[in-house]
């Protein structure tokens, strides 16, 4: 995501309630894998993409499970996408989880967290980020930020040297001595871009898929370790590395072609909610039209799947419902339930063989809470019905 750096640090606040607007009653987060299982429902789209109708991948897939944790990650499966959340960062949110829980009606199968960038320490899934996960181990972890390098210490020059591997072979240990041997990693997430201070350049990508490479030998060396490596672009063409795919360190070195998909930043113009009207209908069209069919969009990258034999996965998506800047402007759709049909009608097309998918939901900036932090200024009244139409039970 572009605006929420939350490996930096986030930039809404969460100190809200965050109250959902879900069933009523108490809510207890499961404490056994076989109460957190489930799996996507699919429901009709009134608004689907133009692709495919049938399916790309015909491979069998190879499964070992932990307890109801799937880990058929490493083939290419055409099933029901799994679902996950992101809900706020410094760790397991109890709170926050369960409000969310309230609000979709079910449970969600995996969680998101990511690695700060501060320090070498809080690269490596350190005790305070750890502990709070271990006592609900029924979650698999999605985590974020992995095997890059703090802020102004570093450099994919040095990383490709095997320079940090000492470092990254700590991340390893650390995860699975804190459960999460499993653990979906996405490794330096969003690299494409330039929001964050680890975004590679046209001179870097040598460099950074050889240090990828040795990231993936470094942690698969770990004893224990299932993890999973999603190559996780963002979708669209962006500023740091035009042409992601020049980034793609080999098809051994990776599990699925991942991609952070948002309503936002491919509009023509900011609005100030309350003061001009948001996007017409037809620029929300176009936009989505750019998202799938325009330069490294997301048609673009199914194609690359399927010739690289890996699912997709979708770690990021939503709505920009945040101004940015100073200038107090949304440069997304706001409250945009078509994007929602979209891209649920993409998330249980088989065509597009989606592993699982993530909604970004930082509390106050998302769909779960009527309570808005003060950035996000937009409330989706709509697109969290159609939401819950469409993920809910």
């Given at each position: 995501m572009v605006v929420l750096v939350l490996v930096l640090g986030?930039?809404?606040?969460?100190?809200?309630?965050?109250?959902?607007?879900?069933?009523?009653?108490?809510?207890?987060?499961?404490?056994?894998?076989?109460?957190?299982?489930?799996?996507?429902?699919?429901?009709?789209?009134?608004?689907?993409?133009t692709?495919?109708?049938?399916p790309t991948t015909t491979t069998a897939p190879t499964s070992t499970t932990v307890g109801a944790r799937s880990v058929t990650d490493s083939t290419p499966v055409v099933g029901p996408a799994q679902l996950g959340v992101y809900r706020g960062p410094g760790g397991f949110n109890d709170e926050q989880l369960v409000s969310y829980i309230d609000f979709l009606g079910r449970q969600p199968d995996l969680v998101e967290d990511y690695l700060d960038v501060d320090t070498w320490a809080n690269q490596q899934w350190p005790d305070w980020q750890s502990q709070p996960w271990q006592a609900y181990p029924q979650y698999r972890l999605v985590l974020g930020g992995a095997c890059v390098f703090p802020e102004g210490q570093g450099s994919w020059t040095e990383a490709a040297t095997g320079a940090y591997e000492d470092e990254w072979l700590v991340l390893g240990q650390n995860l699975v001595a804190g459960g999460q041997e499993d653990a979906i990693v996405r490794i330096a997430h969003e690299f494409n871009a330039s929001h964050f201070h680890y975004g590679v350049t046209p001179t870097e990508v040598e460099s950074f898929t050889e240090a990828w490479r040795r990231c993936v030998d470094t942690l698969r060396s770990v004893p224990?370790?299932?993890?999973?490596?999603?190559?996780?672009?963002?979708?669209?063409?962006?500023?740091?590395l035009p042409d992601a795919a020049q980034a793609y360190p080999g098809d051994a070195y990776v599990d699925r072609i991942a991609l952070d998909v948002y309503d936002?930043?491919?509009?023509?113009?900011?609005?100030?909610?309350?003061?001009?009207?948001?996007p017409t209908q037809q620029i929300r069209d176009d936009v989505w039209d750019h998202i799938v069919n325009g330069p490294d969009g997301l048609e673009r990258w199914r194609q690359f799947a399927v010739e690289h034999a890996k699912p997709l996965s979708i770690p990021e998506w939503g709505l920009q419902l945040w101004t940015t800047g100073d200038d107090g402007?949304?440069?997304?759709?706001?409250?945009?339930?078509?994007?929602?049909?979209?891209?649920?009608?993409?998330?249980?097309?088989p065509a597009w063989n989606v592993a699982y998918h993530a909604y970004w939901e930082q509390p106050g900036c998302g769909l779960a809470d009527a309570v808005r932090a003060e950035s996000c200024v937009v409330d989706p009244v709509d697109s969290r019905a159609v939401f819950l139409d469409l993920f809910s039970t």
């Amino acid at each position: 995501m572009v605006v929420l750096v939350l490996v930096l640090g986030a930039s809404c606040s969460s100190s809200d309630d965050g109250a959902g607007t879900g069933s009523a009653g108490p809510t207890v987060v499961p404490t056994t894998k076989a109460a957190a299982s489930a799996t996507v429902p699919v429901a009709e789209s009134t608004s689907a993409p133009t692709a495919p109708t049938t399916p790309t991948t015909t491979t069998a897939p190879t499964s070992t499970t932990v307890g109801a944790r799937s880990v058929t990650d490493s083939t290419p499966v055409v099933g029901p996408a799994q679902l996950g959340v992101y809900r706020g960062p410094g760790g397991f949110n109890d709170e926050q989880l369960v409000s969310y829980i309230d609000f979709l009606g079910r449970q969600p199968d995996l969680v998101e967290d990511y690695l700060d960038v501060d320090t070498w320490a809080n690269q490596q899934w350190p005790d305070w980020q750890s502990q709070p996960w271990q006592a609900y181990p029924q979650y698999r972890l999605v985590l974020g930020g992995a095997c890059v390098f703090p802020e102004g210490q570093g450099s994919w020059t040095e990383a490709a040297t095997g320079a940090y591997e000492d470092e990254w072979l700590v991340l390893g240990q650390n995860l699975v001595a804190g459960g999460q041997e499993d653990a979906i990693v996405r490794i330096a997430h969003e690299f494409n871009a330039s929001h964050f201070h680890y975004g590679v350049t046209p001179t870097e990508v040598e460099s950074f898929t050889e240090a990828w490479r040795r990231c993936v030998d470094t942690l698969r060396s770990v004893p224990g370790q299932r993890f999973t490596f999603d190559w996780n672009p963002i979708a669209g063409v962006w500023d740091g590395l035009p042409d992601a795919a020049q980034a793609y360190p080999g098809d051994a070195y990776v599990d699925r072609i991942a991609l952070d998909v948002y309503d936002g930043n491919f509009y023509p113009r900011g609005w100030r909610p309350g003061v001009d009207p948001p996007p017409t209908q037809q620029i929300r069209d176009d936009v989505w039209d750019h998202i799938v069919n325009g330069p490294d969009g997301l048609e673009r990258w199914r194609q690359f799947a399927v010739e690289h034999a890996k699912p997709l996965s979708i770690p990021e998506w939503g709505l920009q419902l945040w101004t940015t800047g100073d200038d107090g402007l949304v440069w997304g759709g706001g409250d945009n339930p078509a994007f929602i049909e979209r891209m649920h009608a993409i998330i249980a097309d088989p065509a597009w063989n989606v592993a699982y998918h993530a909604y970004w939901e930082q509390p106050g900036c998302g769909l779960a809470d009527a309570v808005r932090a003060e950035s996000c200024v937009v409330d989706p009244v709509d697109s969290r019905a159609v939401f819950l139409d469409l993920f809910s039970t």
